[in-house]
């Protein structure tokens, strides 16, 4: 039976969450300036993309280039 939670893609956080972001959920990610929540949530994001899951970006505090250049490091 396929999961009905995205995995993380980081055995630590995928093993410490129990996967807590189910398929076709809204989730919001929170926390302190710089320690890497938009990264983070941008690399599930293209992960995902790349397996075939139908994914949406949204990011209210960087611009389409800064997502762009972001996701090429």
């Known amino acids: 039976m396929p999961s009905v939670f995205c995995p993380s893609y980081k055995q630590r956080l995928s093993t410490a969450s129990g996967d807590l972001m189910p ?3 809204l989730t919001v990610v929170g926390g302190r300036g710089g320690i890497g929540k938009s990264t983070w949530a941008l690399d599930i994001g293209i992960r ?7 994914t949406a970006y949204f990011a209210l505090e960087m611009s389409a280039s800064q997502m762009v250049k972001k996701a090429r490091i």
């Not at 995902?48 to 139908?54: K, P, V």
């Open 23 to 25: 398929f076709g959920a």
């Open 48 to 54: 995902a993309a790349a397996s075939g899951l139908t």
